[in-house]
């Protein structure tokens, strides 16, 4: 990994956990999904694998989809 062969810090230039809306789809639920993804990357084995992750940016956003929305934002939505 170059981070590692020249000792630099590295990020996650962008990321996100997609949760589809309207119609609400079958399963977990939201919070559940998006936890998931997080703590692939969030967790103790992998930032001890990864010395040098220091950071992440989310994709924040509510994409429209013809008919739905594809929710990738890690903040709440107001119900």
Known sequence: MYSKQ????FMLAEGGAAFHLLP?????GELPIKQTWWRQYLNVTFLTSFPLFKAVCFFEFLKPEGTSYRDFRVTPIEK
């Open 24 to 28: 609400t789809p079958p399963g977990p």
């Open 6 to 9: 020249q000792q630099k810090p």
